[in-house]
């Protein structure tokens, strides 16, 4: 079964530098989350998206935009990247917004910032 | 506002133990509680999701139970393996998914 794909699977970036990370949900599915997961940390939600607008907001950094196109794909947008961004970044997708719908988790994009 | 917590942090238990991982969450109005499998530095791997409505659910060697009025979910192992040895994280879904902060499983051979 298809699942979620993220690219690229690992960036290395310099500090001040931009970053683009990239989503493709499974086929069907509308919407689209982002987490971040520091080291030794646990994932927190930075945004979401269902039919290609926003839906609900997290601790999402004013530096980092996001969007959903209209084949359903995200793009995470991060600019003036700092040390403490460093981190393993995960999308999920699901049918739907509601909350019974399972998410279902990308292998994450695991970004360093040198 | 949500809070998820595991105890304990950290397990070591000799291989073909049972064991239970343990899982409270602050508030009750959840859609589904989730368990997930994480190795260092790689990604998430759901092992159960309970929805509000469920008690239990299992997979194999693994039983996850809801108690939504107590605020509870226990994650059951059965016949430990050292394959078995990961973080393991458990997610409570209201609007939002909150995780908790895993428990850090080591599987002694």
């Known amino acids: 079964a298809a699942g979620v794909i993220q690219s690229p699977r690992h960036l290395i970036k310099e500090k001040r530098e931009t970053a683009t990370l990239k989503c493709y949900p499974i086929p069907r599915h509308d919407t689209v989350y982002w987490y971040q997961q520091g080291p030794g940390q646990d994932p927190q939600f930075l945004i979401s998206?269902?039919?290609?607008?926003?839906?609900d907001k997290g601790s999402i950094p004013d530096r980092f935009s996001a969007q959903q196109f209209s084949d359903y794909h995200s793009e995470l947008n991060m600019s003036s990247l700092e040390l403490g961004d460093s981190a393993l970044y995960f999308c999920?997708?699901?049918?739907?917004?509601?909350?019974?719908?399972?998410?279902?988790f990308g292998p994450g994009t695991r970004l360093t910032v040198t | 506002k949500q809070e998820v917590t595991q105890i304990p942090a950290a397990l070591s238990v000799p291989e073909g133990e049972n064991l239970v991982l343990n899982c409270s969450f602050t508030?009750?109005?959840?859609?589904?509680l989730q368990w997930f499998r994480q190795d260092p530095g790689k990604g998430l791997t759901s092992l159960l999701l309970?929805?509000?409505?469920?008690r239990e659910q299992t997979s194999g060697r693994l039983n996850a139970s809801l108690d939504k009025s107590s605020g509870r979910s226990t994650l059951y192992i059965a016949a430990s393996q050292p394959g078995d040895s990961a973080t393991y994280l458990c997610?409570?879904?209201?609007?939002?998914?909150?995780f908790g902060k895993g428990t850090r499983l080591h599987i002694l051979p």
């Open positions: 508030d009750s109005a959840i859609y589904n």
């Open positions: 998206f269902y039919e290609k607008m926003q839906s």
């Open positions: 309970i929805q509000s409505s469920q």
């Open positions: 999920a997708s699901s049918l739907g917004e509601q909350g019974w719908y399972e998410q279902y």
């Open positions: 997610a409570a879904r209201d609007d939002k998914i909150i």
